[in-house]
């Protein structure tokens, strides 16, 4: 979590928590299912690449803190290929 210190506090400058907070990935085409595990109750907006291996997801979900939003990062770096925008 010490990584996510600087991260954290922009974070809790920026929003007044709980905040409709936008996550953006990019992940490979077979792992699309474990980042909707992520968010089972939020729409989520793909779009595949050119090549067609990765799918751009944008999910919308309601945040309590800083630290719930941490938690997901940290939960989605757990999976193979992702990017986080």
Do not use: C, Q, R
Request: aromatic residues 10%.
């Amino acid at each position: 979590m010490e990584d996510f210190k600087a991260f954290k506090e922009k974070l809790e400058k920026v929003h007044n928590f709980p905040t409709l907070y936008m996550f953006k990935f990019i992940v490979p085409k077979d792992k699309v299912a474990e980042v909707e595990l992520l968010f089972p109750k939020n729409e989520i907006v793909t779009k595949p690449s050119s090549s067609g291996k990765y799918i751009s997801m944008t999910i919308k979900s309601m945040m309590e803190s800083a630290d719930h939003i941490i938690e997901v990062y940290t939960e989605a770096k757990k999976i193979k290929g992702i990017i986080s925008l």
